[in-house]
Nanobody
Framework: QVQLVESGGGSVQAGGALRLSCAGL???????????MVWYRQAPGKQRELVAS???????KIADSVKGRCTISGDYAKVTVDLQVNSLKPEDTGIYFC???????????WGQGIQVTVSS
């Protein structure tokens, strides 16, 4: 079993920035099978949405809602994935979840979620 531990959330004023980090903890046999890392978020009263993804050896994808303000970086050797969001807006408020799995459509492991609150 792979456990994902997130850090870096919190409260920030609009225009600020946050860096969210996620580390995967587990045996080498487990983490070696990870080929996709993602960040999702869920705003109050809304469905969970993909923020960014970084498949192994493939192009990253950034959601239109954060494009130009967001960068995802992943290290498959260290099993870590970070999300940098700049120029934060109140609509970026939500719980952010990191996920890892075999493919983008098979995310097996999820973090517990970390709160991001952006005030205007």
């Amino acid at each position: 079993q792979v456990q994902l531990v997130e850090s870096g959330g919190g409260s920030v004023q609009a225009g600020g920035a946050l860096r969210l980090s996620c580390a995967g903890l587990g045996g080498i046999s487990m983490t070696a099978g990870i080929n996709a890392m993602v960040w999702y978020r869920q705003a109050p009263g809304k469905q969970r949405e993909l923020v960014a993804s970084i498949p192994r050896a493939q192009t990253t994808k950034i959601a239109d809602s954060v494009k130009g303000r967001c960068t995802i970086s992943g290290d498959y050797a260290k099993v870590t994935v970070d999300l940098q969001v700049n120029s934060l807006k109140p609509e970026d408020t939500g719980i952010y979840f990191c996920g890892m799995g075999v493919t983008l459509t098979n995310i097996e492991y999820w973090g517990q979620g970390i709160q991001v609150t952006v005030s205007s």
